[in-house]
């Protein structure tokens, strides 16, 4: 993928980006009503309209692009390249009022994200990833993406979005976070967010598909974490949903070798 094609999908996934976050601010602190999802999961008409206006803009730009959003499935699976969209990855928070929520657009290329933005349509944040290039990072409070260093799990800020998420893996996870420093609670794809600003440490869950981590491997990778499954592999479309974030690529190891029992 050259620089200026690169360049090109980074303006089409932002503008996706910015049509999502016009039509989910008004619908924010409104008090919607939710429905439960096969999955028990919440949707609102935010999450469903602003998939329907992100998939309108990137089909119009890259018609022969795929595209596969949470809500409404997958459009031209054939592609090599496809779009995955999340419009509102944290609906619970959402629909409680908590601006620890995020809209995700990723790229895959045969299946491997090579870009990802999320963006935080109420406080006006946003990340930008894109394989091979440093993250970047726009925001109204400041600040600049850039994981920290963190010599050992014991200094770790670690977070998890929630605790009842966990179900059968919770014994595992709770060996992990018995090594850490402190362990804090919310956020979806915004704890991600925070990882990649230097801010957070470790990040370890479950049940997380494909819409839910593909935005956020190429803004980690960029700046300077790692992402993986629990095993320490490369995170796929068919994978189990474990998902493992660390800021300093020296705490990997010993992550997994707590996951692992």
């Known amino acids: ?13 932002e503008a996706a980006a910015d049509v999502a976050g016009a ?14 999802k096969a999955d028990d999961s919440p949707v609102t008409i935010a999450d469903r309209s602003a998939e329907q206006a992100m998939r309108a803009v990137l089909t119009e730009r890259f018609p022969d692009f795929g595209v596969l959003g949470e809500e409404f499935g997958h459009d031209r699976a054939e592609a090599r390249l496809c779009w995955v969209l999340d419009p509102i990855d944290g609906t619970r928070a ?22 990802g933005v999320i963006d935080q349509p109420v406080t006006g944040e946003r990340w930008v990833g894109a394989a091979g290039r440093q993250t970047i990072f726009r925001g109204p409070m400041g600040g600049s993406a850039g994981c920290r260093p963190c010599a050992t799990l014991g200094e770790a800020e670690m977070s998890c979005t929630g605790l009842s998420l966990l179900g059968g893996d919770m014994p595992r996870w709770q060996h992990l976070a018995d090594a850490v420093r402190r362990v804090s609670w919310g956020g979806d794809c915004y704890a991600y967010g925070l990882l990649a600003l ?13 819409w839910d981590w593909a935005a ?31 800021g300093d690529s020296g705490l990997l190891d010993a992550a997994i070798a707590r996951l692992a029992g």
């Open 23 to 36: 039509v989910i601010r008004p619908f924010f602190r409104a008090r919607l009503s939710a429905e439960l």
């Open 94 to 115: 959402f629909i409680t009022g908590r601006p620890l929520f995020g809209t995700l657009v990723a790229l895959l290329e045969d299946g491997k994200p090579i870009l």
């Open 1 to 13: 993928m050259t620089p200026v094609a690169i360049d090109g999908l980074i303006a089409g996934a």
């Open 198 to 210: 230097g801010h957070i440490d470790v990040i370890a869950e479950v049940t997380m598909k494909l």
């Open 216 to 246: 956020l491997v190429p803004v980690i990778e960029g700046a300077g974490g790692r992402i993986t499954d629990w095993s320490g592999q490369p995170l796929r479309p068919d994978g189990d949903g474990r998902v493992l974030a660390v």
